[in-house]
């Protein structure tokens, strides 16, 4: 019998939960694959398997690519500042392993492959909003690696593929104690501890916050198109962006949070981070014309919910 797992790389991370999750509540058997080195336990389920281990390796690779039909490439060191401190971590996590990984799975018999790309492939953008047309142009490590992925995987034409590319993520569930996570969940966790906030140049660089179950749906949206159509599915051999359609500045973040705590927050100024963009904004018409989808229009709400 056709197996129905899918094999879910960097599982234990913090989207990878709540991807992991929904797939379950639906019904579908679940393989992680994780090194744990940013991901955390995950919750046992009759249909959960957790393999552990480093997707560089081959063997490794084998192990988990087993009997799967379908795989979500979410494992990655996600974090820009630790990309461009460990260029070779970076490249051997983040371009290598995943080229290894779709070429074994592949020749191993998997069907379908999405991969978590990233709108940092767009590098210091011309003008925005950024579409799928715009340049790519990364400007770090981070993103070089990202893009030689999403290459990787969409050079697979005979296969049903697509590559997502994410925005800011934001919701709650990312890691609360490390400085590789992303702003939002930083700026919440110091508040919750009444630390001040370190802002990384003068707090007027904006981002396109997506909500994580945003982004879950997006990928299972993806995922059983693929699965029911193969190549003739409307998202086949694309990449799309995974967006809010809205930017926010730091600074307004900060106005937001201030609010909801009915403070003033201590903030510190400090030069701005190698590799940083200033200014990110995407369009999502592209996936929504393919398959409808949409993102939610709740941002306070959930910036709320990270307090
Ligand atoms: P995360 O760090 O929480 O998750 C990544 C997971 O990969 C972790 O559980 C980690 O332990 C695992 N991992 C790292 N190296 C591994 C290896 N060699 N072998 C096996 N597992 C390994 O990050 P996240 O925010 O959940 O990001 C998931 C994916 O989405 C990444 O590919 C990231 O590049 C992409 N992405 C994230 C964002 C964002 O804002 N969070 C935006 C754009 C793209
Ligand atoms: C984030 C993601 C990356 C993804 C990209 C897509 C994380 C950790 N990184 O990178 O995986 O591909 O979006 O666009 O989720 N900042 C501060 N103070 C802090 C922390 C950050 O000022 O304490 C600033 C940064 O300098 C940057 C902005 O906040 O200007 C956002 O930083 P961060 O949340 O790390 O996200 P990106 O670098 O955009």
Redesign the pocket.
């Given at each position: 019998m056709e197996s129905d797992t899918v094999l879910v790389?960097?599982?234990?991370?913090?989207?990878?939960h709540h991807l992991t999750s929904t797939l379950l509540s639906q019904g579908r058997k679940v393989k992680v694959?994780?090194?744990?080195?940013?991901?955390t336990e995950l919750p046992t389920h009759p249909l959960l398997t957790v393999i552990v281990?480093?997707?560089?390796e081959s063997s490794v690779r084998e192990e988990a690519l087993h009997e799967v039909k379908s795989v979500i490439?979410?494992?990655?060191?996600?974090?820009v500042p630790l990309c461009e401190s460990k260029p070779k971590l970076s490249s051997?996590?983040?371009y290598l392993?995943a080229q290894g990984l779709f070429k074994d799975a592949f020749r191993l018999g998997v069907s379908t492959i999405i991969q978590?790309?990233?709108?940092?492939l767009y590098g210091v953008p011309n003008e925005l909003p950024l579409t799928e047309k715009s340049p790519t142009k990364p400007i770090g490590n981070y993103g070089l690696d990202?893009q030689k992925a999403e290459e990787s995987l969409l050079s697979f034409h005979e296969h049903p593929v697509c590559a997502l590319r994410?925005?800011?993520?934001?919701g709650v569930g990312?890691?609360r104690d490390s400085p590789?996570s992303?702003v939002l969940t930083i700026f919440s966790d110091n508040i919750n501890k009444n630390l001040p906030l370190k802002i990384f140049g003068d707090g007027h660089q904006s981002r396109d916050f997506i909500h994580v179950n945003d982004v879950v749906s997006a990928f299972i949206l993806c995922l059983n198109d693929l699965e029911n159509n193969g190549t003739n599915s409307k998202v086949s051999g694309k990449k799309f962006n995974v967006c809010s359609g809205n930017s926010v500045t730091l600074l307004e973040v900060i106005d937001s949070f201030s609010s909801f705590t009915n403070t003033d927050i201590e903030v510190n100024f400090e030069s701005p981070r190698e590799g940083d963009i200033l200014h990110s904004l995407g369009s999502f018409e592209f996936l929504n014309n393919q398959i409808d989808w949409k993102p939610s229009e709740n941002f306070t709400e959930r910036l709320r919910e990270l307090l």
């Open positions: 790389t960097g599982g234990a991370g913090f989207i990878g694959l994780d090194d744990f080195s940013s991901g281990g480093d997707m560089s490439n979410l494992a990655a060191i996600a974090s051997r996590v983040n392993a978590a790309s990233t709108s940092a990202k994410l925005f800011n993520v934001f990312q890691k590789y992303g």
